[in-house]
C-alpha cells in the first residue's frame, strides 16, 4: 500500500509540473537544456562510479556481452549524452508551432495547433542513455515525464536523474516535471499502468516480454518500440563492395541495438558471387550464421541451418539468420511476413527495385543502399530519441519532439452562433 501511495503521488507532481512546463519559453528551455548538457560533463566521475557498480553486478549475474555493451557507460558515451541534449536545445520548439489553418463558411478562423501530451511515463531497460535523452525531450516538448528504468542499471540511471535534477531545482522548476522510480520492486510497473487520471501516454523500450507486460496490464495508451528483427536485402543487381561494407557493419558494429542487422537476404543470382566472402568475414568477426540449405551449400562448413524461429528471432548478439531467395518480390514477402517493421534495407544499383522495395515493404523506416544502424534520432536529425516506434498510431519510427506532442484547435470568431 506504502508503494501505491507514492508513486501515486509520483504521478500527481507530474501531472501539476506539465501544466507548468507546457509554458515554458523556447528561450528558457533551452538555456536549462545547455545547463543539463554542462552538468553531465560535471558528472562524470560519480556517472562512471556508479556504472561500474551495474556492469560488476551484471558480470556476476553471466550476463551476455551485448547486454553488457548496452549498458556500459564511458568517457565518450557520457560527452554524446550531452552533445545530444545540446542538439536538442537547438532544434525548434514544437509547441505552439501551427499545423495548419483555414478560415470556414461562418467566418470562423481555425488553426490546427501543436501542444505537449501531458505526463509520459517510459519504462525501459539496461541502456543509461535512455535517462538523458528521454529527460532532454520530453522537457523540450513541454511534457513531464516518469521514468522507470531496469534494475541492472539502476545505480547508472539515478545518477545521471540527479545530475539533471540539480539543474531542475536550481531553475525552481515544479517537483515532479521529472521523476525517476528507483525501487526494484516489479510492483511498482504494474501500479504505475494503472494511473490514467494522471498519467497521458506509456512507452515501453526493452525486451518482448516488458511490452507484451505493459500492453495487457496498462490502462493508458501505449506506444510499442517493439522488436527490431530488420533486414538486409542484397539484390541482383547490387555493388556487392558496397553490399559487403552495408551488411557488415549493420551486424558487427553495435549487435545489441534494436536497428541491428538480424537476417540478411541474398538473391540467388548474386549469392555464389556475394556470400563466399561475406561469410568468410562474418566468421572471422565471431558471427554465427543460421542459413538456408542454399547458404550452407555456399558456405560449406561452420553453418547451421536456419529453422522457421531464427527468422523470427531478435538475436541482439552475433548471430545472423541467412536466406537466399529467388526474386525481389520473394524477398519483400519475407521481410513483411517475418519482420517486426522496423527498419529494412536493399542495397541495389536498379532505381525500379529501389523504389518498389520503398512502396512494399511495410516497415517504419525502409533504406536504399545504407546501413539500418541509422534508425536512430540522433541520426535523423532529431537530437535524440525516445525510441523506435514499430505502432502505426500516433507515431512511426524515431520518435523526438514532434512526435512528443498532439494538437489542438485554436478557432478564432467574431460573434458567430449556430443556427
Known sequence: MELKKQI??????????????????ASDKN??????????QNNKEQILKANKKDIALAKASRLSAAFIDRLALNEQRIEDMAKCLLAVSRLADPVGAEIKAWQVSSGLQIHKVRVPIGVIAIIYESRPNVTADCIGL?????????????????????????????????????????????T?????????????????LVIPRGGEGLIKKVVALSR???IKHYKGICHVYVDDDADLNMAEKICFNAKVQRPGVCNAMESMLVHRDAAIRFLPGMLKKFKEAGVEIRGCPLTQQIGKEGIKKAKDADYRTEYSDLILAVKVVASLDEAITHINEYGSH??????????????????KVDSACVYVNASTRFTDG??????????????????????????????????????????
Open 8 to 25: 501515486t503521488q509520483i504521478a500527481k507532481n507530474a501531472l501539476s509540473a506539465s501544466r507548468v512546463l507546457a509554458n515554458l519559453t
Open 378 to 419: 540522433n541520426q535523423f536529425g532529431m537530437g535524440a530519441e525516445i525510441g523506435i516506434s514499430t505502432d502505426k498510431l500516433h507515431a512511426r519510427g524515431p520518435m523526438a519532439l514532434e512526435e512528443l506532442t498532439t494538437y489542438k484547435y485554436a478557432v478564432w470568431g467574431s460573434g458567430q452562433v449556430r443556427e
Open 184 to 200: 526494484k520492486n516489479r510492483q511498482a510497473v504494474n501500479i504505475l499502468l494503472k494511473l490514467n487520471a494522471y498519467i497521458d
Open 342 to 359: 522496423h527498419s529494412d534495407s536493399i542495397i541495389t544499383d536498379d532505381e525500379k527495385n529501389a523504389r518498389e522495395f520503398l512502396k
Open 31 to 40: 538555456r536549462i537544456l545547455e545547463e543539463m548538457s554542462a552538468s553531465l
Open 220 to 222: 493508458i495508451p501505449v
Open 138 to 182: 520530453a522537457f523540450k516538448s513541454g511534457n513531464s515525464v516518469i521514468l522507470r528504468g531496469g534494475s541492472e542499471a539502476l545505480h547508472s540511471n539515478l545518477a545521471i536523474f540527479e545530475a539533471l535534477n540539480e539543474i531542475f531545482k536550481k531553475n525552481k522548476l515544479p517537483q515532479g516535471s521529472i521523476n525517476i522510480i528507483a
